[in-house]
């Protein structure tokens, strides 16, 4: 069963080193958390999963690492500059400051109930900084509010270096920066987080296919990522609430502890954002409504050598928070369980490819050097297999390692005894996480069944 409070996840993160405060000994800062040991683990191996199905298994994606900190003019074209803002309320009495789209009534204080707020007022989400030495009307930019714009200028560069035809996406996980008027419910709103976007361009009339086979694809991907389907919903966006580049939205929804609430938006973009960003607008015959550009020094368009044009193409992207899916992931991992013997366990029931340590190898005795010696032994082979983190531990006391690895989600524990040092074959005992079943398996054939055991799970 899912965790049902925020809090119980809270204080399990910080307890066994997933996630801490961000700058915690200075009394914290506000919408900025660390991943420690853990959740460091649990971060890159959500992100190569992510990478893996985008990347590795299409071949009609390319991946990009674009820069954060980019030419100012990039986000006046992209349309930022104007209107990535959301609407703020003051509460005169209290001090607070709302989202006047998540109060429950924008006359009354969500914090003191008092009615002497200020009227909305538009709030514009990016953190804007100073580049270089000079501090002046010019020269200032601002942190990527998202990670989606370094693929649109880079277009041309991706074309020309890869001969890329229509249809093909361009894939990119990095961190991207909002100044949220209220970050809350722990990781789920901070202002420093990361995202994963596909841009996928494809013919103008075909969007709406694409639009359809990404919001499946993405469905089924959490699914494999372990959540499950009864806590994920689509929320079809519409009105006022569908971004101004959009001609359709399906945002995909998970039940996090605090209820369903945004884990990836699927957004229909049109030809708005290459159009917004192209020199040479008029020639397009563009769909979208977008702001003439002045500074552009590219053609972002592409051959279409059915018809003999240039055109530009329409955008599909499936962007999800990296934040919001480690959450959702530990939610739906968090399990209490009632034992036989009338005690309980909590155990983090991750899919194993996003397991933070896939095996943890432990000696019986900490002391006996033939014992230490072929446990070191296991988890230096174990490790060359490439499949993630493999911990050596050696505390000698093998039950408390159980819980604490039932606790961090650790799929597999080895123990070493003195029978696999005494016994021929060298039996080592092989725990699950899920069953807790312990199987005796000779440490030759360690490595295959780790191996298998990890085809097989995922
Ligand atoms: N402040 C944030 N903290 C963590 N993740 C975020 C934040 N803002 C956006 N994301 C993630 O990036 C994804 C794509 O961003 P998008 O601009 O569509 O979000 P959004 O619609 O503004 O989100 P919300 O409505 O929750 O503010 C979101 O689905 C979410 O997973």
């Not at 502890?257 to 954002?273: C, I, M, Q, S």
């Not at 992931?329 to 909590?346: C, D, F, K, Q, W």
């Not at 933070?356 to 000696?363: L, Y």
Request: charged share 30%; glycine share 6%; hydrophobic share 35%.
């Amino acid at each position: 069963m899912p965790a049902k409070t925020m809090d119980e996840l809270v204080s399990l993160c910080k307890r066994r080193g997933f996630i801490f405060q961000g700058s915690e000994i200075y009394g914290g800062m506000q919408g900025a958390y660390d991943y420690g040991p853990l959740g460091v683990e649990l971060k890159n191996n959500l992100k190569a999963a992510w990478w893996r199905s985008m990347v590795y298994e299409r071949d009609d994606v390319e991946g990009l690492d674009a820069a954060i900190i980019q030419n100012k003019h990039v986000y006046k074209y992209s349309g930022h500059e104007d209107t990535f803002t959301d609407p703020m309320v003051d509460c005169h009495e209290c001090k607070s400051r709302l989202r006047a789209d998540h109060m429950k009534d924008i006359k009354v204080c969500d914090n003191c109930g008092s009615t002497n707020v200020t009227a909305p007022r538009d709030f514009n989400l990016m953190f804007k900084t100073n580049v270089g030495p000079m501090v002046n009307e010019e020269s200032y930019t601002y942190l990527r509010p998202e990670t989606a714009q370094g693929i649109f200028t880079n277009f041309k560069n991706v074309v020309d270096s890869t001969s890329r035809t229509l249809p093909f996406g361009i894939a990119q996980i990095g961190k991207s920066f909002r100044n949220e008027i209220t970050p809350r419910n722990f990781i789920f709103r901070v202002r420093e987080f990361e995202q994963m976007e596909l841009e996928f361009f494809c013919k103008p009339g075909e969007d709406e296919k694409w639009h359809e086979f990404w919001v499946g694809a993405r469905k089924q991907w959490w699914l494999d990522q372990g959540l499950a389907e009864e806590n994920i919903q689509f929320e079809y966006v519409t009105g006022d609430d569908l971004a101004h580049y959009s001609k359709s939205t399906v945002d995909i929804l998970y039940k996090f502890p605090h209820g369903f609430e945004e884990l990836e938006g699927v957004a229909n973009r049109t030809d708005y954002d290459l159009g917004s960003h192209t020199k040479a607008q008029e020639e397009f015959g563009l769909s979208a409504k977008v702001k003439k550009n002045e500074h552009s020094t590219a053609k972002l368009a592409i051959r279409d050598l059915e018809e003999n044009k240039w055109e530009v193409p329409f955008c599909i992207e499936p962007s999800a928070g990296l934040d919001r899916g480690l959450l959702a992931v530990m939610t739906e991992a968090y399990t209490e369980e009632e034992l036989p013997n009338g005690t309980s366990r909590t155990v983090l029931k991750f899919k194993p490819h996003l397991a933070p340590i896939k095996v943890a190898i432990m000696p019986l005795k900490k002391n006996k050097p033939e014992i230490v010696a072929l446990a070191k032994e296991l988890k230096n082979k174990l490790q060359k297999l490439g499949l993630g983190r493999i911990l050596y531990e050696n505390t000698g006391n093998v039950g408390k390692g159980y819980r604490r690895h039932d606790e961090v989600g650790t799929p597999i524990c080895v123990t070493v005894d003195f029978d696999s040092i005494e016994k021929e074959g060298a039996p080592v005992t092989v725990r699950d996480r899920d069953t807790m079943e312990q199987i005796v398996v000779p440490a030759a054939e360690l490595p295959a069944y780790v191996i298998n055991y990890f085809i097989n799970q995922n």
